[in-house]
């Protein structure tokens, strides 16, 4: 039994005209000699009745000002896929195809019991096997599963697996089921070489590396859930990004040895993230390596990620997720950092005190603070350390292959934004990718440009 798994984003599903197109999806599949297992998100996008948004925001109107138990939410949650499932099963029945919506629990899916992002522990797959042998076509919840049956709990708890839960759900139960392939339509007809939004010409893409896709998707392309990916990486199982609207091929998402040989492959042109950019002027300082560790240590505890971290002779620079910022400002805004010296210095002082003071405006907590150590001048040397912010950025990036061998891909960005003015702030890069943090007024510009330097000869 050839089994293809096929998954179907909200709005393959938002109208009747929709789901019959994706209905003929399945159809072509069963006629070419496939067992289909079908995999569906909740119906449309935020702002639909019945998308996930929604029934958060439903739920969350019960009692704005209380936080939302996990367990209910993973509840409210999973009931958009329950109704997709259940919608999607009858419209296959209306067409001819015998069908069972199945949550992810009743489809074998058993999570681990960390409600809103849970892991996938197993997938019991008879129960699907049984209904294949049947010749009836599963549609499975996407992004959903159960705990394990235990003792202390009698009932089996429904969990969410995280955003993009739904291609997750499809690959693994295409490795659970060692399918031929696994299929994800959306309303695109492929892996683009940029957000086709702020590219119209972008073009798609025939076929791409486990690796290109999934460097793509950590940079912000909606395409595929990079935890999808590596679940198909890991067990080398094809994967298909077809649009459900189009009979295009779509693109092959498969191992591709040695792509990063020769000239470097430009997969495409990303942006994503609303980011701001942080400058500490530390000084010249022995003292400074004591001074930034605390830095890192305060934004640990507050559970705020940092990332284009830059270090140099006088300063520290790092950006934050823009809705971390507050919570980031208020930690650095007077923060005082007190190093002991290991004897007194000439002038009889035995510490120095870094206290961290904003532009003005944010800086409250430093025009609080700065005064009360006026009185300990005598005994301790008191460093301003100025912060600079760079608010609203945005992160671009050209996912690329092979461009540490070669040389040309970071001139060729920097001629190109440079030229057009556009402002960039740090720079990052990995083994599939070189990213730039730039003003998020000039991001969508920034994108066009770079797309137009480097994907429009690109062979696919």
């Not at 079908?38 to 996930?52: C, E, F, K, N, Q």
């Not at 591709?256 to 400058?279: D, L, Q, S």
């Not at 208020?330 to 190093?339: A, C, E, F, K, S």
């Amino acid at each position: 039994m050839k089994i293809l798994v096929q998954k179907f984003g909200g709005t393959s599903l938002d109208s009747q005209e929709h789901r019959e197109m994706a209905v003929r999806k399945v159809i072509q599949a069963q006629q070419a000699g496939h067992a289909s297992v079908v995999v569906v998100s909740a119906i449309g996008r935020s702002g639909a009745p019945y998308a996930t948004d929604s029934l958060i925001g439903f739920l969350e109107a019960v009692d704005p000002q209380a936080p939302m138990p996990p367990r209910e939410l993973d509840v409210m949650m999973g009931c958009g896929e329950i109704i997709s499932a259940a919608v999607f099963a009858r419209a296959l029945q209306a067409s001819g195809i015998k069908a069972s919506a199945l949550t992810g629990g009743q489809a074998g899916i058993i999570t681990d019991e960390v409600y809103g992002n849970a892991r996938i522990r197993e997938i019991r797959t008879q129960h699907l096997l049984s209904l294949l042998r049947k010749g009836i076509t599963p549609v499975v919840c996407g992004f959903q599963g159960a705990t394990d049956h235990s003792e202390e709990d009698e009932s089996w708890s429904l969990t969410t697996l995280g955003r993009g839960g739904s291609d997750t759900t499809a690959t693994a139960l295409g490795a659970a089921l060692k399918a031929t392939a696994v299929e994800i339509y959306t309303d695109v007809d492929g892996v683009k070489s940029a957000d086709p939004d702020l590219v119209p010409d972008a073009r798609t893409l025939d076929v791409c590396s486990y690796e290109e896709v999934a460097e793509i998707a950590h940079q912000g392309a909606r395409v595929v859930h990079p935890r999808a990916v590596e679940i198909a990486m890991d067990h080398r199982m094809p994967l298909w990004v077809k649009g459900t609207f189009t009979e295009s091929p779509g693109t092959r998402i498969e191992s591709i040895p040695n792509r990063g040989a020769g000239a470097p492959r430009v997969t495409g042109v990303t942006h994503t993230g609303k980011i701001v950019f942080i400058r500490l002027e530390i000084g010249e300082t022995v003292h400074k390596a004591s001074v930034e560790r605390e830095v890192y240590r305060m934004m640990s505890r507050a559970g705020v990620n940092i990332h284009y971290v830059t270090f140099g002779p006088n300063a520290l620079s790092f950006g934050v997720p823009r809705d971390k910022f507050p919570i980031a400002r208020d930690l650095l805004d007077g923060m005082v950092v007190p190093v002991p010296y290991e004897a007194p210095d000439s002038s009889g002082k035995v510490a120095a005190f870094f206290i961290f003071k904003f532009s003005e405006g944010l800086d409250l907590a430093y025009s609080v603070q700065r005064p009360l150590l006026r009185a300990m001048e005598s005994k301790i040397d008191v460093v301003d350390v100025p912060g600079a912010v760079f608010e609203n950025c945005t992160t671009v990036s050209v996912v690329t292959s092979g461009h540490r061998r070669v040389p040309g891909i970071m001139a060729g960005v920097f001629e190109t934004l440079a030229g057009a003015g556009v402002a960039v702030y740090q720079t990052a890069d990995s083994e599939m990718s070189v990213s730039f943090l730039v003003p998020e007024s000039d991001a969508e510009r920034a994108v066009r440009l770079l797309h137009a330097r480097f994907c429009q000869t690109t062979a696919a």
